[in-house]
């Protein structure tokens, strides 16, 4: 309990002093109109209150992944505590902060344009960013129905598609799909801005009951980072990079990127930005540390002894080839809040995938529309961009599921890096008064950097370097990000000689 209490406290505190610091280092500016303002069009630059922009940004960026991913981590063991804290603290704030301001600062535009405009000054490097982010978010998009639709088709099955990988719940997924088209092409007020604060409100109310049954009757159970940083993964796989790329969204996430410019064109006033963007990574940071928490308590194996994250192994160990983390969330739910808890919590992480799913395909139509240059007030135009995205999400509902996961989480982590850079880059042209005010994005974009290079040389979806050989996937990914640091201190001087 000691674990888990502090890192609550820490993650509060980091809001109201480091979130304060990088609101300071970016420079607000109350008094300029931002983009929801200036370029009104009733569709997607709506003006929003901001109670209501920050329940749809956290919704947005929650999803499966801050509940999932926390409980994937947390077999490596308490070592998983540490990275939700840190990361969200010093990497997923900023780099949330950074996407929803810069775009505010832009005109509102889309991830790829802010990172093609501050790392390059052609049009190849936006049109890369375009396609990686594209990718991202159909595989996001996908993750994102799979899921619930198999969640839905426990609760109340309906007709199914059996292939050689799995057995497809159709019936939901077509139902979750007419729901994305709906959600993708309405105007953000109309759906979006007026339901998903009342999810969000669900999913937070899910996760303070989850915490307060944690802490008033198994608190003595709870995983202790004085138990051992060691790794505890059965699997053979390295605790570093692999847990902080299973860890994506209770701490760092490149998906997040592509949300905050969504809500960056509803935002009335740049004062809102640090309780919006940075304090929304903060409650999913949150959210995760409580799962974590959560699954490395809940279990326990009477007839061989394990308790704790040993349990939690056991339990997998016993269900091979399923979801577990959605069979950690169902039983976790059931016996902890009872029936009508039970409920509202399935309903929470039921919703809060969908809605991040048809976030994130209105974010793909946004980007492909602004490359486009074209006015989406006219439904047919957006229709036009929409139905090509929804047959490629609808194609890889077939694709295995698991196979999908692993591409979306390095895909990912690498988008994370590309805006950490990005904010980096113009954090350090930006004239302040905090000199050094860029490492904020420059250190965790290094940081990140290594942890991608890495993965894909170590991980079994990349290279799959073997063990003997790991040694060599780190220095190889050393060099990269040492390349990396390089290139940027070259560019530095450059720009100084210049100026």
């Not at 749809?56 to 960026?61: D, P, Y």
């Not at 099955?157 to 088209?181: D, E, H, K, R």
């Not at 937070?204 to 944690?214: P, T, Y």
Request: aromatic share 14%.
């Amino acid at each position: 309990m000691i674990t888990f209490l502090i890192a609550l406290v820490l993650l509060v505190i980091g809001f109201f002093t480091y979130g304060v610091l990088v609101e300071r280092i970016f420079g607000v500016e109350p008094e300029r109109q931002t983009p929801a303002l200036t370029k009104t069009d009733g569709v997607d630059f709506v003006p929003m209150a901001p109670w209501r922009i920050f329940l749809v940004q956290f919704l947005n960026i929650a999803g499966l992944g801050p509940i999932f991913g926390a409980i994937m981590g947390i077999f490596y063991g308490p070592a998983a505590f540490l990275w939700i804290v840190f990361g969200t603290i010093f990497a997923g704030g900023v780099h949330d902060y950074l996407s929803g301001m810069l775009s505010i600062r832009k005109g509102g535009v889309s991830l790829p344009n802010i990172v093609g405009d501050e790392l390059g000054k052609g049009a190849g490097l936006k049109m890369f960013i375009r396609l990686l982010t594209l990718v991202l978010l159909i595989l996001l998009t996908t993750t994102f129905l799979s899921g619930p639709a198999t969640l839905l088709q426990g609760l109340c099955p309906l007709s199914t598609i059996n292939s050689q990988l799995s057995s497809i719940p159709i019936a939901w997924v077509l139902i979750i799909f007419g729901y994305y088209a709906l959600a993708t092409v309405l105007p953000v007020d109309k759906l979006i801005g007026r339901f998903y604060p009342i999810f969000g409100a669900i999913l937070l109310f899910m996760g303070i009951g989850i915490m307060i049954v944690m802490l008033g009757w198994h608190s003595s159970e709870m995983p202790e980072v004085f138990d051992g940083l060691h790794n505890r993964q059965t699997n053979g796989l390295p605790l570093f990079p692999m847990m902080f790329v299973s860890i994506a969204c209770g701490a760092i996430s490149g998906f997040h990127g592509t949300q905050s410019p969504i809500m960056a064109r509803c935002v009335t006033n740049e004062r809102q930005g640090r309780w919006i963007f940075y304090g929304a990574m903060v409650a999913e940071g949150i959210l995760a540390l409580i799962w974590a928490a959560a699954a490395g308590t809940f279990f326990a194996d009477p007839e061989t002894g394990l308790y704790g994250i040993d349990g939690l192994q056991a339990f997998a160990a016993q269900h091979p080839g399923e979801n577990i983390a959605a069979l950690v969330i169902d039983r976790v739910s059931r016996s902890w809040l009872g029936t009508v808890g039970g409920i509202l919590a399935i309903v929470g992480v039921i919703a809060a995938p969908i809605t991040s799913g048809d976030t994130a395909l209105r974010s793909a139509r946004l980007i492909v529309a602004d490359f486009l240059n074209w006015d989406q007030r006219p439904i047919p135009k957006r229709l036009i961009i929409a139905v090509p995205l929804f047959l490629c999400v609808f194609g890889m509902v077939f694709v295995d599921f698991n196979i999908v996961w692993r591409y979306f989480a390095w895909t990912n982590q690498t988008l994370a890096c590309f805006t950490l850079w990005a904010g980096t880059v113009w954090l350090y042209k930006k004239i302040s008064n905090y000199k050094y005010g860029y490492l904020i994005a420059l250190i965790p974009a290094l940081f990140m950097t290594m942890v991608c290079s890495s993965y894909i040389l170590i991980a079994p979806e990349g290279l799959h370097m073997p063990a003997e050989w790991r040694w060599l996937g780190y220095l190889i990914a050393g060099l990269i990000t040492l390349i990396c640091l390089c290139g940027f201190i070259y560019w530095t001087k450059r720009n100084e000689k210049k100026n």
